[in-house]
T-cell receptor, first 111, second 114 residues
Framework: DGGITQSPKYLFRKEGQNVTLSCEQN?????MYWYRQDPGQGLRLIYY???????QKGDIAEGYSVSREKKESFPLTVTSAQKNPTAFYLC??????????FGPGTRLTVL | QKEVEQNSGPLSVPEGAIASLNCTYS??????FFWYRQYSGKSPELIMS????GDKEDGRFTAQLNKASQYVSLLIRDSQPSDSATYLC??????????????FGAGTRLAVHP
């Protein structure tokens, strides 16, 4: 059963805490993306990776970090430097041509 | 700054009518255009891709692209209450180094009433 999985579905973070959101895909896609969506707003790109061991900052990378050690996995860490992290986080991978497919998302709330 | 503009809505149509959703974009060299449907609380789902000028039909959905006018639209025929969702327009942009990314509009909320 091919697709993109994200975990956890809901995540609660305390002030000053780093948290890591998981994204895994078995679609054999090279490129993967992380987006953030705030209520009533569109998607904003945080980080993207075209291939393993390579990633680029998106439009709102401050306070976030990523790694791409395996083709299947692209975890996102929300650090304490991100002052307003409450949002819906979406991971996507890109097939061809240029179509992106999304995982189910992680809803992060700061307590 | 490359942009994608959509009317936020809500667009309200009666069941069985045609819903017309519109999108304009600023990047003249874009070649790939997409429509996503997003139900409340869920992730976006790709419903249409279009790459050349003209119309592309898939079931009740028709995407229309006019590159000269930098305009892409989505028509939904025989609208159903289950079509009620937010529709996101996305445009692929290629940056130096060959990096691809999608620029999303803020979405149009569609409400189909019985």
């Amino acid at each position: 059963d091919g697709g993109i999985t994200q975990s956890p579905k809901y995540l609660f973070r305390k002030e000053g805490q780093n948290v890591t959101l998981s994204c895994e895909q078995n679609l054999n896609h090279d490129a993967m993306y992380w987006y953030r969506q705030d209520p009533g707003q569109g998607l904003r790109l945080i980080y993207y990776s075209q291939i393993v061991n390579d990633f680029q900052k998106g439009d709102i990378a401050e306070g976030y970090s990523v790694s791409r050690e395996k083709k299947e996995s692209f975890p996102l860490t929300v650090t304490s430097a991100q002052k307003n992290p409450t949002a819906f986080y979406l991971c996507a991978s890109r097939g061809g041509p240029n179509e992106q497919f999304f995982g189910p998302g992680t809803r992060l709330t700061v307590l | 700054q490359k942009e994608v503009e959509q009317n936020s809505g809500p667009l309200s149509v009666p069941e069985g009518a045609i819903a017309s959703l519109n999108c304009t974009y600023s990047d003249r060299v874009s070649q790939s255009f997409f429509w996503y449907r997003q139900y409340s609380g869920k992730s976006p789902e790709l419903i249409m891709s279009i790459y050349s000028n003209g119309d592309k039909e898939d079931g009740r959905f028709t995407a229309q692209l006019n590159k000269a006018s930098q305009y892409v639209s989505l028509l939904i025929r025989d609208s159903q209450p289950s079509d009620s969702a937010t529709y996101l327009c996305a445009v692929n942009v290629v940056f130096s180094g060959g990096y691809n990314k999608l620029i999303f509009g803020a979405g149009t909320r569609l409400a189909v009433h019985p």
